[in-house]
T-cell receptor, first 112, second 114 residues
Framework: GQQLNQSPQSMFIQEGEDVSMNCTSS?????WLWYKQEPGEGPVLLIA???AGELTSNGRLTAQFGITRKDSFLNISASIPSDVGIYFC???WGGGADGLTFGKGTHLIIQP | ETGVTQTPRHLVMGMTNKKSLKCEQH?????MYWYKQSAKKPLELMFV???????ENNSVPSRFSPECPNSSHLFLHLHTLQPEDSALYLC?????????????FGAGTRLSVL
């Protein structure tokens, strides 16, 4: 089946630093999604990408849909304490009611 | 609040028990999903219901039995589970359409099997 390789697995950064994480796949996707999950909660959608090459921002977050349709990255600028959590990439091949394929997540820890 | 509510939030059960997880969505969606989230593993899709019909079953053991009585409600019936079934079970919903769909998740049920 399809697999997503997400890296890094964890990041320890100082408040105010920029963050970059990415996902790669051996197969193509039509949609890339980035979610954030905090302890005790389900994943919350941050950004959705629908076209190869698309670059989309949501506040301090920026994500891009790779031109090959096999990768995506997420950047967070000027990190703040509330950015702590686990960030997941997810790929969707079809439309309709297809299930998402998830990466293992990037655990972001911000040191004061 | 994402519009997807799961109950209970926590559940502890023995291997011989029978229990059910409930999911309700208030978003007017017509597709619902069950995912399993285990430590250090990606979220795994278990079941998909579209327009109240099951469209995907990802080789899930029969001790997990889903039910979708209408487009707003989804259940996961559990019986004779194993300790390795302990995980966070997440429900999601979406609007089925030709365009790429976005799935919205509930907060999950943390299940512990003793």
């Amino acid at each position: 089946g399809q697999q997503l390789n997400q890296s890094p697995q964890s990041m320890f950064i100082q408040e105010g630093e920029d963050v970059s994480m990415n996902c790669t796949s051996s197969s193509i996707f039509n949609t890339w999604l980035w979610y954030k999950q905090e302890p005790g909660e389900g994943p919350v959608l941050l950004i959705a990408l629908y076209k190869a090459g698309e670059l989309t921002s949501n506040g301090r977050l920026t994500a891009q849909f790779g031109i090959t349709r096999k990768d995506s990255f997420l950047n967070i600028s000027a990190s703040i304490p509330s950015d702590v959590g686990i960030y997941f990439c997810a790929g969707l091949w079809g439309g309709g009611a297809d299930g998402l394929t998830f990466g293992k997540g990037t655990h972001l820890i911000i040191q004061p | 609040e994402t519009g997807v509510t799961q109950t209970p939030r926590h559940l502890v059960m023995g291997m011989t028990n029978k229990k059910s997880l409930k999911c309700e969505q208030h978003l007017g969606h017509n597709a619902m999903y069950w995912y399993k989230q285990s430590a250090k593993k990606p979220l795994e899709l278990m079941f998909v219901y579209s327009l109240e019909e099951r469209v995907e079953n990802n080789s899930v053991p029969s001790r997990f039995s889903p039910e979708c009585p209408n487009s707003s409600h989804l259940f996961l019936h559990l019986h004779t589970l194993q300790p390795e079934d302990s995980a966070l079970y997440l429900c999601a919903s979406s609007r089925q359409s030709k365009n790429p769909v976005i799935q919205y998740f509930g907060a999950g049920t943390r299940l512990s099997v003793l």
